[in-house]
C-alpha cells in the first residue's frame, strides 16, 4: 500500500512536468499547424540557461524563472520571423517544417556541445535534497515546487486565452485566420507571439526539469517524444485535455514499473501513442482547437 | 459630383494562373445599398474579396474615400471601417457567440466602444443575447448569419459588405436579414451586397451591377434592372 501511494505521488509530480513540455507543442501546433520539432533543443537550452544563471551569478532556479522564460521568447519570437514565417503552413508546409525546425534543434544542440561539451550537468540547491512527509511518504520540496508551477502556468496560459483580447484572437486564428484579418486582427503578430509562447513555455519545461534530472546538449529528444504523447493522447491544443493526458501518461509510466523491467517503461509512452492514434485519432477527448 | 465612398477600378484578379476578374469597376456612394449579381462563379466573391484584402488584384485599383487601399493589408482595411460578412459566415465555431462578437471590436479604434456596439448588435438580434454563452457552431443558419453581422458591426464599419447572407436560410429568415439590411441603410449605413436571390436584392438596393464571367454586363437602378428584359428571363425567371 505504501508502495502504491509513493508511487501514485510520484506520478503526480511527473505529469506536472510532461503537461507543462506538451503546452508549448500543442499551442503551437493548434495554432500554426506547425510541428516545432527545435522544442526539444529549447527545453535544454532553458536547462542550461538555469544552469548559466544558477552556477555563475548564483540566481535560484526559481527566481530564473522570468529571465528564461524571457529570453526563451524572444528565442521563438527570432525563430518565427526569421525562418518559420518564409515557409508553407499546414499539409503542404509538412516536410519542410520539420526539416527546418529538426535543424534548428541540431544548431541549438551543437552550439551548446561547443559551449558546455558532453558532460552532464545538474542544477543543486540547498533544497535540492530536502524532503517533506506527504501522505505518509517524503515528498521533495522541489518536486513539489515545480508541480505548483505546473499547475499556476496552465491557469495562466487558459487565462491569457479565455480572457484577454489577445488570447480570443490567438483561439480565433486558430479557427480561421480570414476571418481574424476581416476584424483586423494581424494574423502574423499573433502567428508570432504564438510561437513566442509555445517556445517560452519549452523553455520554462527545461528549466524545471533541470532542477530534477541531470542534463547535457542531448537533453530534449526524450522531452520531445513524451510532448508528443501528451499532445495527442490530449487532443490537440486543449489545456485541459493536455493536462488530464500528462496524467494519463505519468501514471501509466509510473505503474508500469510494477509489472515491467525498468528499461522498458521508457516504451511504454509509444506504445501509448500507437494505440491511441489507432483507436482514437482525436486524442482520448476528442479533437477540439483551442474551444 | 463628389467622390464615391468605395471605387473599384478596372481590377484584375488571378487565382494562380486563373483569371476570375477582367478589369471589373465598380462604384458605391456614401448611404447607397449597391447590389452584385451573376450566377455562380461570375467572380462576385472574388471582388468582396479584393475589397476587402483577402485577394490582391494583379492590374487596377481599389480607393476607399479617395485613397488607394493597395498595399494596405486586410487587417488594416478593416481599421478604415472596410466590413465583410463572407459567404458562409466563417464564424469562429468553437468561439462562444460572445466570444466572436467581442472580437469583432478587435481593433483599437473601436474597442472602447465595444459595451455600446454589443448592447446594439444584442437589441438588433436579441436571440444574439440569449445565446451569448453558446458555442457558435451550435448555432442555426439563420442565427450564425445575425452572428456574422453582428460580428462585422461591432467593427463599426462605414462600408459593409455582405456575401450572399441568403444563403440556405428559410425563407422567413431570407426576410429578416433583408429587413436588417434596410435598417441599416435607415441608420446611414454605406452597403454593398452580393446575392443570388436576385429579386430580394432589388427590392432593397438603389442600384445593382450584373457581373458575368468577370465583367461588368449591365449597370443601373433596381428598378431599370427589374424592367430590363434580358434580366427578367436570364435571372427572375418570368
Known amino acids: 500500500m505504501d508502495r502504491f501511494v509513493d508511487l501514485a505521488v510520484s506520478a503526480v509530480l511527473l505529469a506536472g512536468l510532461y503537461a507543462t513540455m506538451a503546452y508549448g507543442l500543442g499551442l503551437i501546433y493548434g495554432v500554426l499547424r506547425v510541428v516545432n520539432l527545435a522544442h526539444g533543443g529549447v527545453i535544454m537550452a532553458g536547462a542550461y540557461l538555469g544552469w548559466i544563471l544558477h552556477g555563475w551569478l548564483g540566481l535560484d532556479p526559481y527566481l530564473a524563472i522570468p529571465l528564461v522564460v524571457g529570453v526563451t521568447f524572444l528565442l521563438g519570437v527570432l525563430t518565427y520571423r526569421v525562418l518559420v514565417r518564409h515557409l508553407p503552413r499546414g499539409a503542404a508546409g509538412g516536410p519542410a517544417s520539420l526539416l527546418l525546425l529538426f535543424g534548428v534543434w541540431l544548431v541549438l544542440r551543437n552550439a551548446a556541445y561547443l559551449l558546455f561539451s558532453g558532460n552532464d550537468q545538474t542544477i543543486r540547491t540547498a533544497y535540492s535534497t530536502r524532503a517533506i512527509p506527504l501522505l505518509g511518504s517524503y515528498v521533495s520540496v522541489n518536486r513539489l515546487a515545480v508541480l505548483a508551477i505546473a499547475v499556476v502556468t496552465p491557469a495562466a496560459l487558459q487565462l491569457l486565452l479565455k480572457r484577454t483580447y489577445l488570447g480570443r484572437a490567438i483561439r480565433a486564428v486558430a479557427q480561421n485566420a480570414d476571418s481574424c484579418t476581416l476584424v483586423g486582427i494581424d494574423v502574423e503578430r499573433i502567428y508570432t507571439i504564438t510561437f513566442g509562447l509555445g517556445t517560452a513555455l519549452a523553455g520554462l519545461a527545461g528549466l524545471l526539469s533541470a532542477t530534477i534530472f541531470s542534463f547535457n546538449p542531448g537533453f530534449g529528444s526524450g522531452e520531445l517524444l513524451k510532448s508528443f504523447v501528451v499532445v495527442v493522447l490530449g487532443g490537440l491544443g486543449s489545456v485541459f485535455g493536455t493536462g488530464i493526458a500528462a496524467l494519463v501518461l505519468a501514471v501509466v509510466e509510473v505503474f508500469a514499473i510494477l509489472v515491467l523491467p525498468s528499461y522498458l517503461t521508457a516504451a511504454v509512452g509509444f506504445v501509448m501513442l500507437v494505440l491511441v492514434l489507432v483507436f482514437r485519432p482525436g486524442g482520448l477527448f476528442g479533437q477540439r482547437v483551442l474551444g | ?238
Open chain 2, 1 to 238: 459630383m463628389s467622390e464615391p465612398l468605395l471605387s473599384v477600378d478596372a481590377i484584375d484578379v488571378f487565382y494562380g494562373d486563373i483569371q476570375v476578374l477582367y478589369g471589373l469597376s465598380l462604384e458605391v456612394r456614401e448611404g447607397e445599398i449597391v447590389t452584385l449579381l451573376g450566377s455562380n462563379g461570375a467572380g462576385k466573391t472574388t471582388t468582396l474579396r479584393a475589397v476587402s484584402g483577402l485577394r490582391r488584384p494583379r492590374a487596377g485599383d481599389i480607393r476607399f474615400r479617395g485613397k488607394s487601399l493597395v498595399g494596405l493589408p486586410a487587417a488594416g482595411r478593416a481599421e478604415l471601417g472596410i466590413a465583410l460578412v463572407p459567404e458562409g459566415r466563417d464564424l469562429w465555431a468553437q468561439l462562444t457567440v460572445r466570444e466572436n462578437l467581442d472580437l469583432g471590436a478587435y481593433h483599437p479604434r473601436v474597442r472602447a466602444n465595444a459595451a455600446r456596439n454589443l448592447e446594439r448588435v444584442f437589441t438588433m438580434f436579441p436571440r444574439l443575447s440569449e445565446r451569448s454563452g453558446q458555442i457558435a457552431g451550435s448555432l442555426s443558419g439563420g442565427e450564425q448569419q445575425m452572428c456574422a453581422i453582428g460580428r462585422a458591426l461591432m467593427g463599426e464599419p462605414v462600408l459593409l459588405m455582405l456575401d450572399e447572407p441568403s444563403l440556405g436560410l428559410a425563407p422567413i429568415l431570407v426576410d429578416q436579414v433583408m429587413r436588417t439590411v434596410s435598417d441599416l441603410h435607415a441608420q446611414g449605413m454605406t452597403v454593398l451586397l452580393v446575392e443570388q436571390n436576385l429579386r430580394k436584392a432589388l427590392e432593397v438596393a438603389q442600384r445593382g451591377t450584373v457581373i458575368e464571367t468577370g465583367r461588368v454586363r449591365l449597370e443601373g437602378t433596381s428598378a431599370e434592372l427589374s424592367a430590363n428584359p434580358e434580366i427578367r428571363t436570364a435571372y427572375l425567371g418570368l
